[in-house]
């Protein structure tokens, strides 16, 4: 099953019908279109065309090549455990997109290739504007949910654009917000993860090619959940999304980020930037569910996932709030981080972490506690399955300045098997004798006796780790949006499919 | 029904055998008591006939309406109509009481081909029934057995079996722990699924149980076989005297 590899559109569909069935990785199908590319590898004429091909001003450009003069001094870093093949940056294509993207770009989603809108039907996402994901029942009122379409290296289209821009409300890729705000890119980009902030995040300075843009004026609650959902298609290719986010002054968001990828034989590489600005009394509450292909059984293939997110609350009761759960990738890479500079500012980080087969996860965050008063909150579920690996890597740093900073972290795992491995690795400095630091830890092992039990009762044991697990998770998934949640917990079930018995 | 012939079973890890030759027969609507000293292997054959892990039956077989229960897995057979009141329910963090009664209930109906209850269909029915059981609706919502006294873990088991509404009900010890008002309401709660046709299989130490739910049977378990089975008078024999006058008599 897992060599197969989709050619054109009625194989690639008879391939998802039979993943589905099977359960499996669902999302593995390709969409057979005309792609694009630019020369294969990467040099200062890449970033240049990258940079034209988006129409940038010219700041924007010079930016880009700083990056990438800056890049080509650092080294890949190595200190995370995690342990995969060196990556060759010369045998990546660092753009891709649909012809059909090209030339005219379509003026609105009537005008986007059916199959490109087909590609986002088949994975569940809602690009008419209808109220709600699929797959959910019961709307509690009217929710809606505007998205944003990331396909390869361009924004296919963003819904709800008028209801927004009612509101006030900003958001479009970050390509057309460099034509159409270009000040407020300009002030904002590069502020909470600057340039050369790591190799991975000064990769994506250079080559970033799209991502979403969010703009929430001074007081406005956003009328409706704003989500992008990244959809990687053409081989060989790397995605460097690009997010920026900034919440005014007693402004407030819920944005939530999706991703999915083709099932290949070659380990694709994924660098994204996500910086969010949140200043007074303002809240971003920021969910990803990451479902990039993991690789098969034998560690073949999948993403490379580095990420660098980072949210910086610089007004006094800024309030930042990240969930995530991981469950794809081959490999993941990622440390959304809270800067408590404001103070009364809070941070607070949920997270589910499954790795299976031969996954590796290298993921946590990072709290650095600026301002007085200061709170933040962890919550970090590991589970390991197979000959996974899984580190939670934290830090929790009180600087002079943070009295009466309160952090509190807590960091289970759950082991399923005896091949796989959970890692614990929290750092922490304290450096206000009025701040205070909580650290629990715990590791356990999916109790047969528990299993027993639910199978007693006419579970099979698939159905039975899925809801074990769904439980020992459960603060996490309460901490999603309702659309998402339901999502997430039927992932966590497919992400562990195989992993018993 | 439920047919089990010279059941002999031992540790998977270690040489040791528990059930040396357990015979029974129960049939359609009968209630039968297995009373006998700690350790006589009552308990190992309730997880037997349910397939627990780490025993292994070296000879003898069990039916249940002439399937054969050993050849299945534990949620077949929970399938085919086999109930175990745990003598120590297990607890389930982070999952609600009452999501893990819907999922229980839909995974049977859907392994025998049956419709799954809608949610609505589903909460009214689990709503009457832990109403009768004195299950309040906390207790539908937290977590499975979390937090549960002892007394509260039993009746949980009674509200499953009752929803699950299976053909041979074995109930371990059910009555252990409960104060005399809840023993009542368990009783009750097993005699209102009697209809006739669905067995039972009562573990306990206490012929105050069987005042309230009459066994046709009863049994008496030592080192793992039954040595004495007879009418409801055993067990008071076995509540004035002890366990050493049948013992010695079989000796
Ligand atoms: N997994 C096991 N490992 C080791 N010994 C076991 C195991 N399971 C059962 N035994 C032993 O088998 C014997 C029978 O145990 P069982 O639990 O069936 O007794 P019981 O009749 O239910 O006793 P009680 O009345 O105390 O509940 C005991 O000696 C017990 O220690
Ligand atoms: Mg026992």
């Given amino acids: 099953m897992t060599d197969m590899i989709a050619k054109d559109g009625v194989e690639a569909e008879t391939v998802a019908a039979v993943k589905s069935l099977s359960g499996k990785y669902k999302y593995g199908f390709s969409t057979d279109v005309e792609i694009e590319y630019a020369p294969l590898g990467l040099n200062e004429n890449i970033v240049r065309l990258i940079s034209d091909k988006n129409e940038e001003p010219e700041w924007m450009l010079e930016w880009r090549l700083q990056a990438f003069e800056r890049w080509k001094q650092m080294k890949e870093p190595e200190w995370a455990m995690v342990d995969y093949p060196k990556i060759n940056f010369q045998d990546i294509y660092y753009y891709a997109r649909p012809k059909s993207m090209s030339e005219e770009k379509p003026k609105s989603l009537d005008d986007v290739d059916p199959k490109l809108l087909e590609t986002y039907a088949k994975l569940g996402i809602p690009l008419k504007e209808q109220a709600l994901l699929a797959g959910v029942e019961a709307p509690e009122g009217e929710r809606k949910v505007a998205v944003d379409a990331v396909f390869d290296s361009v924004s296919v289209g963003t819904t709800f654009q008028k209801e927004l821009k009612q509101a006030g409300v900003i958001f479009m890729s970050i390509s057309e917000a460099l034509k159409e705000h270009p000040e407020l890119v300009k002030k904002y980009i590069g502020s909470v993860v600057p340039q050369s902030d790591n190799f991975y995040a000064t990769l994506n300075s250079a080559v970033f090619s799209d991502g979403s843009f969010v703009y929430i004026p001074e007081g406005v609650k956003c009328p409706m959940e704003l989500s992008t959902y990244f959809r990687i298609n053409a081989e060989n290719t790397g995605q460097f999304e690009r997010t920026l986010i900034i919440a005014e002054k007693g402004s407030s968001v819920s944005y939530l980020e999706g991703c999915t990828a083709p099932q290949r034989d070659v380990a694709q590489l994924h660098a994204a930037v996500v910086e969010l600005v949140i200043l007074e009394d303002a809240e971003i509450k920021y969910s990803t569910v990451q479902n990039w292909y993991p690789g098969d059984e034998n560690g073949k293939g999948g993403i490379y996932n580095f990420v660098t997110k980072r949210a910086d609350c610089r007004g006094d009761r800024a309030k930042v709030m990240w969930t995530q759960v991981e469950t794809g990738s081959a490999v993941t890479w990622k440390y959304p981080s809270c800067i408590l500079r404001g103070d009364y500012s809070q941070g607070e980080f949920y997270s589910i972490a499954i790795a299976n087969n031969m996954q590796q996860a290298d993921t946590g965050t990072k709290m650095i506690h600026l301002g007085k008063n200061t709170k933040s909150r962890i919550v970090s579920k590991g589970i390991s399955a197979g000959k996974a690996q899984n580190t939670y890597r934290g830090l929790v740093s009180m600087h002079p300045k943070a009295s009466n900073a309160r952090n509190y972290t807590q960091c289970d795992s759950l082991l399923i098997g005896d091949k796989c491995g959970a890692h614990t690795v929290p750092y922490i400095e304290v450096k206000n004798n009025t701040a205070r630091v909580e650290h629990e830890a715990t590791t356990s092992k999916v109790d047969d006796d528990q299993l027993f039990y639910c199978r007693q009762r006419g579970m099979d044991e698939e159905e039975a780790v899925a809801l074990v697990v769904n439980g020992f998770c459960k603060e996490v998934l309460q901490a999603l949006p309702m659309e998402f949640a339901m999502e997430a917990q039927a992932l966590v079930a497919i992400s562990l499919e195989g992993s018993v018995g | ?251």
């Fill in chain 2, 1 to 251: 029904m439920l047919s089990i012939k010279n059941l002999q079973v031992g540790l998977e890890e270690e040489d040791k055998q528990i059930l040396k030759g357990i015979n029974l027969e129960i049939g359609e609507g009968e209630v039968h008591a297995i009373m006998g000293p700690n350790g006589s292997g009552k308990s190992t054959t309730s997880y037997v006939l349910a397939g627990k892990d780490g025993y292994k039956v070296t000879a003898g077989s069990a039916e249940l309406y002439g399937n054969d229960l050993l050849d299945m897995n534990p949620e077949e057979r929970a399938a085919a109509g086999l109930f175990l009141a745990f003598q120590y329910p297990v607890e389930i963090p982070g999952v609600g009481n009452m999501t893990f009664l819907r999922t229980a209930v839909n995974a049977q109906r859907k392994a025998r081909g049956e419709e799954e209850l809608s949610a609505g269909q589903f909460l009214k029915i689990v709503r009457e029934k832990a109403k009768s059981l004195k299950i309040d609706a906390d207790m539908l919502k937290r977590p499975v057995n979390v937090g549960f006294s002892g007394g509260e873990k039993k009746r949980n088991e009674i509200l499953q079996m009752a929803m699950l509404e299976p053909k041979m009900c074995v109930l371990d010890e059910t009555d252990s722990g409960l104060d005399v008002d809840a023993m009542k309401l368990v009783a009750e709660g097993v005699n209102a699924l009697r209809d006739g046709k669905r067995s039972f299989l009562v573990i306990t130490h206490y012929q105050r149980l069987l005042d309230h739910i009459k066994p046709d049977v009863v049994h008496i378990m030592a080192d793992g076989r039954i040595i004495k089975s007879g009418g409801p008078e055993l067990a008071l024999e076995v509540e004035e005297n002890g366990y050493a006058d049948i013992l010695a008599e079989v000796a």
